[in-house]
T-cell receptor
């Protein structure tokens, strides 16, 4: 079975631009979370979506937004990119939206802002 | 503040030795404690996890020890192998949510 798939794997953007990152969860998983991992640090929670509704938001500015589609895939959007947004963006999926299941990460999307 | 403190930052172990990584938390509103293994350029992979009502969980060479009263938990890797060389993250899930707080990571190197 395929795991969590993310695209693109690497991308370079210029300050002020916009970026869209995509994620497909493990088959059968209905919840998707997004994390930001800066080099040398642990992942930081950005959003969680379940059944197309936002169920949690971390301490990130409004430039960050996300959505979940009927097929449970998800997009993370970041507007007005800053140099500090350079990081590995991880998508994680879980079976349900409640508190009973573990999250499984994809390989991530490496974003470099220049 | 919800934090998970992880130590050591880096660890070097001889092949066949025991690797021990420790984590501590302050907030008691955590209900699930997984450990993740991350290789360079890859996403974190779930290694083993424990709930706070269990004091120890073992899966193969990996063991989690959990001390609820001390608010500490640790990962033991027995018979460490060069292939175990990676960065390890502990995490704690905020009760009733899918929000995980991660430690800062431990870079493990196992010498052949």
């Amino acid at each position: 079975d395929a795991g969590v798939t993310q695209s693109p794997t690497h991308l370079i953007k210029t300050r002020g631009q916009h970026v869209t990152l995509r994620c497909s969860p493990i088959s059968g998983h209905k919840s998707v979370s997004w994390y930001q991992q800066v080099l040398g640090q642990g992942p930081q929670f950005i959003f969680q979506y379940y059944e197309k509704e936002e169920r949690g938001r971390g301490n990130f500015p409004d430039r960050f937004s996300a959505r979940q589609f009927p097929n449970y895939s998800s997009e993370l959007n970041v507007n007005a990119l800053l140099l500090g947004d350079s990081a590995l963006y991880l998508c994680a999926s879980s079976l349900a939206g409640g508190s009973g299941n573990t999250i499984y990460f994809g390989e991530g999307s490496w974003l470099t802002v220049v | 503040q919800q934090q998970v403190k992880q130590s050591p930052q880096s660890l070097i172990v001889q092949k066949g030795g025991i690797s021990i990584i420790n984590c501590a938390y302050e907030n008691t509103a955590f209900d699930y404690f997984p450990w993740y293994q991350q290789f360079p350029g890859k996403g974190p992979a779930l290694l083993i996890a424990i709930r706070p009502d269990v004091s120890e969980k073992k899966e193969g060479r990996f063991t989690i020890s959990f001390n609820k009263s001390a608010k500490q938990f640790s990962l033991h890797i027995m018979d460490s192998q060069p292939g175990d060389s990676a960065t390890y993250f502990c995490a704690a899930r905020i009760s009733g949510t899918y929000k995980y707080i991660f430690g800062t990571g431990t870079r493990l190197k196992v010498l052949a």
